[in-house]
C-alpha cells in the first residue's frame, strides 16, 4: 500500500519534535528519548523521577487522541502484521533500542543534533538493519 | 507544576509524531523500502522529520545548554559515554530488525496506544518487556549496583 510523501507536515511534525526535546532539556536537563524514558518508568529507581517519566508518556498516550479531537478525524493507521509478528517486533525494539541506550528520538534526533559519534553509529546500524529487514519481508518472503 | 509541564512536553512530542504521519507503521516500512524506489512506492517523509527535528534541536541546545541548569533541576543530564563498545552496534541491529518488521519504534508505539488499537496493545507488552529484560540484564553485565530509591 502506498502512502502519500509528505515533506510539509513531516518537516512541520519534526520541528513539533525537536520543540518537545529542547523544553525537555530546558526544563528537565533530560534527553527526549522516548526509550530511555519508558524504561526507567520502572524499577529499579535510580532517582526520583519515575513520576515525571510516566506523565510525559501518557501526553505522548494521549496526543493522538487529542489530535482526532483538533481535526476531526483520526490519523490514519494501517499496522502490518499479526499477533505473533507484533510480539516478536516489540520484544527486539525494546531489547535493542534499551541494549543500544537509545531509538529514533534518543540517538536519531537528540543524539545527531549533539554531535554524537555514538549516536552517529547508533542511526546508521539500526538504519542499515531496518532496511535489510524490510527488504526481505517485502521483496523475498 | 513540574509533572504538568512534563505531560505538556510528552504531548507536544506525540503530536509531532502524529502531524508527521510517524504514528503510521506503513510510511515507516515504506521509508525502509529502499527498492520501491522504481515503482515510486518509495515514501522518504521520513528524512525530513529527522532532518527538521534534529536541526532544530541542535540550534535550540546550542542556546539551553549555555545556562547553568535546568527550570527544574540542578543539572542537565547529558550521556557520559563517548567511546564506542558492542552495544552501540549490537542494540540498534537488533532495535533495527524490529523496527523493520513492524514499522513501530517507541515513540509511535505510544501514540498508537492512544487510539485504543489492541495490536498496538500488544506490541507495547512486548517492548515494554523487551526494555526492562535489557535493562535488567545490563545492569547486572555491567555490575553497577544502583541505590533502590522511592521513585
Given at each position: 500500500m502506498i502512502t502519500e510523501f509528505t515533506p510539509f507536515a513531516s518537516s512541520i511534525g519534526g520541528t513539533m519534535i525537536g520543540g518537545a526535546a529542547i523544553l525537555l532539556m530546558a526544563t528537565?536537563?533530560?534527553?527526549?528519548?522516548i526509550s530511555g524514558i519508558a524504561v526507567r518508568m520502572?524499577?529499579?529507581?535510580?532517582?526520583?523521577d519515575a513520576i515525571g517519566r510516566i506523565v510525559f508518556i501518557i501526553g505522548v498516550i494521549v496526543s493522538s487522541i487529542v489530535y482526532a479531537a483538533v481535526t476531526g478525524a483520526w490519523a490514519p493507521m494501517s499496522i502490518i502484521g499479526g499477533t505473533s509478528l507484533l510480539i516478536a517486533a516489540g520484544l527486539l525494539v525494546g531489547f535493542g533500542s534499551v541494549w543500544g541506550n537509545g531509538c529514533t528520538s534518543g540517538h536519531g534526533i537528540c543524539g545527531l543534533s549533539r554531535l554524537s559519534f555514538r549516536s552517529v553509529v547508533a542511526v546508521a546500524t539500526f538504519m542499515t538493519t531496518a532496511i535489510v529487514t524490510a527488504f526481505i519481508t517485502h521483496h523475498l518472503m | 507544576m513540574s509533572l504538568i509541564v512534563q505531560f505538556l512536553i510528552g504531548l507536544l512530542f506525540g503530536s509531532g509524531l502524529v502531524v508527521a504521519g510517524m504514528s503510521n507503521p506503513k510510511k515507516i516500512q515504506n521509508f525502509l523500502d529502499l527498492a520501491a524506489m522504481p515503482s515510486g512506492g518509495w515514501d522518504p517523509s521520513l528524512a525530513f522529520v529527522l532532518g527538521a527535528g534534529a536541526l532544530v534541536t541542535y540550534l535550540g541546545y546550542k542556546i539551553v545548554l549555555?545556562?547553568?541548569?535546568p527550570i527544574f533541576d540542578k543539572q542537565f543530564h547529558l550521556p557520559k559515554k563517548i567511546a564506542l563498545d558492542t552495544s552501540i552496534i549490537v542494540g540498534p541491529a537488533i532495535f533495527g530488525i524490529g523496527w523493520g518488521l513492524g514499522?513501530?519504534?517507541p515513540g509511535p508505539a505510544f501514540t498508537a496506544l492512544g487510539t485504543g488499537s489492541s495490536q498496538a496493545m500488544i506490541f507495547v507488552a512486548a517492548m515494554l518487556i523487551g526494555m526492562i529484560a535489557a535493562r535488567i540484564i545490563a545492569l547486572k553485565h555491567i555490575g553497577i549496583t544502583t541505590s533502590t530509591v522511592k521513585a
Open positions: 528537565h536537563g533530560r534527553i527526549a528519548g520502572f524499577p529499579p529507581f535510580i532517582d526520583h | 549555555k545556562r547553568k541548569q514499522g513501530f519504534c
